[in-house]
């Protein structure tokens, strides 16, 4: 569905949408603050943000396709094979064939990839409550499903 403003609404449309003020430069000036935060964070570990959301998927379900991460993270092949490289030089993955099917490559959490399963969440947990100080956990879920909205609007 695609929003038609009326001539009336127009000047109002465009107000809202420049920048500094548009919504979509205060989400990316919002996802560069978190991500600054959490890369500063993660540097000690030798890892990126890009990192973590890999474990986040390979926590949630060990074992996955290449494919299956690149679907969940919206992320294109090349991009991914070189965070999995960098993964797995740094023991953190292994890469398996799939037994049923030898085009598929599998990727498990070593126990070094599992054991930063103890100590990187409560990172996450801390930076999101810096970012959303203030805010009450039912304003909380509503920004979460407004923004689920906005993304599936737009993919």
């Not at 990316?28 to 990192?51: A, N, Y």
């Not at 998927?57 to 999995?84: F, H, N, R, Y």
């Not at 953190?92 to 030898?102: Q, T």
Request: glycine share 8%; proline share 4%; charged share 30%.
């Amino acid at each position: 569905m695609v929003y038609k403003p009326n001539k009336s609404q127009d000047l109002e449309s465009w107000q809202q949408v420049r920048a500094p003020y548009g919504l979509g430069y205060r989400i990316k000036i919002l996802s560069q603050l978190l991500s600054r935060k959490l890369t500063e964070r993660l540097e000690p570990f030798g890892l990126t943000p890009f990192h973590w959301v890999v474990l986040c998927c390979l926590w949630e379900e060990d074992g996955l396709p290449t494919s299956s991460i690149g679907d969940k993270l919206q992320q294109v092949g090349g991009t991914l094979t070189g965070v999995l490289d960098r993964m797995e030089e740094r023991g953190l993955i292994r890469r398996e064939r799939d037994c049923r099917d030898r085009r598929i490559w599998r990727i498990w959490l070593t126990d070094a990839g599992r054991e930063l399963e103890t100590v990187l969440p409560a990172i996450a947990v801390e930076i999101r409550e810096q970012a959303m100080y203030g805010i009450s956990y039912a304003e909380r879920e509503q920004f979460s499903q407004l923004m689920n909205q906005a993304i599936e609007n737009l993919s």
